[in-house]
């Protein structure tokens, strides 16, 4: 699946209208440029929203990051998966609400967080792809690694950070299950020059059916 990754309310809807989006992706820094506080725009997100809408805990111990899962669920409905940060203290707040509320873990950098992640129970292992090409050297690599290790279990891989609709499709082609890209990217994914062109040399030497209604 494809999802946005963005709070902005305009941008979800204009991704939303594409008809093949699956859902929207949100971050701390995402929800910060958004104009509404973050309650209101999450329940603005899960009104258009087709699918799944995630949420950034950012709770700092254990009991306000569960508090806080239960809030955004309160918000968000069924359509909640949580994104949890890929630390000591993040998986066992994933073991503890994997089983209420679906979960996914964040900011993954190893093959060994991820098998943590499915232990855990998370629904989704998230890599930041781009990010780690800068901070590792190779991000596709990690997306391998990841689905080797996650194979055999329920565990999928979101794929993240993606800067262009080559590393789109070479993401996908390393294993990942499902990408979440910014308003740009979508757009961006859905074309092509050559297309273009072909399209354009049909309208110029083809021809199709009449629009022109029958009268009774």
Same mark, same amino acid.
């Not at 292992?125 to 792809?129: D, K, M, P, Q, T």
């Given at each position: 699946m494809i999802y946005l990754d963005s709070a902005i309310l305009e941008e979800a809807k204009a991704a939303v209208a594409m008809g093949w989006v699956k859902g929207i992706t949100t971050n701390p820094t995402?929800?910060?440029k958004s104009t509404l506080l973050p309650e209101d725009c999450l329940q603005q997100l899960s009104l258009i929203c087709p699918g799944e809408l995630y949420y950034q805990l950012c709770g700092t111990d254990f009991d306000s990051m569960i508090q806080e899962g239960y809030r955004a =669920? %309160? !918000?968000v409905g069924e359509k909640l998966v949580l994104k949890i940060p890929a630390t000591e203290l993040g998986f066992r707040v994933t073991a503890r609400l994997a089983s209420e509320i679906a979960c996914s873990v964040t900011a993954i950098y190893s093959p060994a967080q991820a098998a943590i992640a499915s232990e855990a129970g998370a629904k989704y #292992? !998230? #890599?930041? $792809?781009n990010r780690a090409t800068k901070l590792l050297g190779d991000g596709l690599e990690l997306v391998r690694s990841m689905s080797n290790v996650l194979k055999n279990s329920k565990?999928? !891989?979101l794929a993240a950070s993606i800067k262009s609709p080559q %590393? =789109? =499709?070479a993401t996908l082609q390393a294993g990942a299950d499902h990408l979440t $890209?910014?308003?740009n990217i979508l757009q961006a994914m859905t074309t092509h020059e050559l297309s273009t062109k072909t399209v354009a040399e049909f309208a110029d030497q083809g021809r199709g059916i009449s629009m022109v209604?029958?009268?009774e």
């Open positions: 995402l929800l910060q =669920a %309160e !918000i #292992a !998230i #890599a930041y $792809v565990t999928e !891989i %590393e =789109a =499709a $890209v910014p308003l209604s029958s009268q």
